[in-house]
Structures are given as C-alpha cells and as structure tokens.
C-alpha cells in the first residue's frame, strides 16, 4: 500500500475526523488528522495559532503537514476544512490519484456538531454568516477534488462510514 486509502475534505462540521476514525478503526489503518498534527508539532491549538501566530503561519504548517500525509500517511487522512483551498495542496489531491471524499453538510447539521465555538477561529464573529461565506467559496474546489461526494447531515457516522466504503470500493 502506498498514500492514504482514503482522503476526506470538507467544512467544519462535516465529520471528517469522527467518520475518518470510524473507517479507520473498520479498515484497520491509522487515522491521521492533519490539524492535530499541527497542534502537535506546534503545541498549540489551531484557534491559538490563528490569534497568535496568524492565519498565514497556520496555513503554512498546514500546507507542509498535508503534502507530506498525502505521500507518507498510509490511513485515512483528515484535512482541514481550508486546506483544499491551498494550491499546492488541490494540486497534490488532482494528480495523485488519491481517493478524495467530500463530506458534505448543510449549515444547520454542522451547526448541531460544532456549536460554533470559539476552536474554530474562522468562524468567531457571526459564525453562521462565516460558515456561509466559507462553504460557498470552498465548495467548487470540493466538488472538483472529490473522487466521490457523500451528505452527513441527519446520519451516523457508521451510516457515512457504510457509503463511503461503498462507493470507494474499500472492504473491511
């Protein structure tokens, strides 16, 4: 097995870490969240790097920790929501034919999961008018990218893992 089996993009809220683990935990390989790596390797919080460092240094960290799960992660890697967004990264996702899943969530679903709070720092001042903003401007690059496109909104993560394995093909 060489690269990730499986790629997941998407908003905040769509599920991409808790569906990431359960396809982890069914195919039996690692689940890398590139966030958390990033809090890892800075020791800090995503939000905390934004407010202190700036959005371009997150950005930055985030850029080289995808590029190098995209070749060296051999799980099911999680990308943060704005990580597609990146050049460098969208291109890596279109030529290394890598199966991207685009979980997709409506604004009141992702509301529900993520309350807005404040460990997301995009969406600190009127957050659901940012995450408006946000999917609407992110939203072609995950349909281009994605291999296969999937709605969380009003299912268990089991019942997206189900049609995920699905229409990629995976078996447990």
């Given at each position: 097995?060489?690269?990730?089996?499986?790629?997941?993009?998407?908003?905040?809220?769509?599920?991409k870490?808790?569906?990431?683990?359960?396809?982890?935990?069914?195919?039996?390989?690692?689940?890398?969240?590139?966030?958390?790596?990033?809090?890892?390797?800075?020791?800090?919080?995503?939000?905390?790097?934004?407010?202190?460092?700036?959005?371009?240094?997150?950005?930055?960290?985030?850029?080289?920790?995808?590029?190098?799960?995209?070749?060296?992660?051999?799980?099911?890697?999680?990308?943060?929501?704005?990580?597609?967004?990146?050049?460098?990264?969208?291109?890596?996702?279109?030529?290394?034919?890598?199966?991207?899943?685009?979980?997709?969530?409506?604004?009141?679903?992702?509301?529900?999961?993520?309350?807005?709070?404040?460990?997301?720092?995009?969406?600190?001042?009127?957050?659901?008018?940012?995450?408006?903003?946000?999917?609407?401007?992110r939203?072609?690059?995950?349909?281009?990218?994605?291999?296969?496109?999937?709605?969380?909104?009003?299912?268990?993560?089991?019942?997206?893992?189900?049609?995920v394995?699905?229409?990629?093909?995976?078996?447990?």
């Amino acid at each position: 097995m060489s690269g990730p089996v499986a790629v997941l993009v998407g908003p905040p809220g769509a599920g991409k870490t808790t569906v990431g683990r359960v396809l982890a935990d069914r195919l039996g390989v690692p689940l890398h969240d590139t966030d958390a790596a990033v809090e890892e390797l800075v020791g800090k919080p995503v939000a905390d790097i934004f407010v202190q460092d700036g959005e371009a240094v997150f950005r930055g960290l985030e850029r080289q920790e995808v590029l190098r799960a995209l070749h060296e992660e051999e799980g099911v890697v999680a990308l943060g929501g704005g990580a597609p967004v990146q050049e460098e990264i969208a291109e890596a996702l279109r030529g290394g034919g890598l199966p991207v899943v685009f979980l997709d969530v409506t604004i009141a679903d992702a509301a529900g999961r993520v309350g807005f709070d404040v460990s997301r720092p995009l969406l600190l001042v009127n957050p659901r008018a940012a995450w408006t903003r946000l999917m609407n401007a992110r939203r072609p690059v995950y349909e281009e990218l994605a291999t296969v496109q999937v709605q969380t909104g009003g299912r268990s993560p089991d019942e997206v893992a189900d049609e995920v394995l699905a229409l990629l093909g995976l078996t447990p």
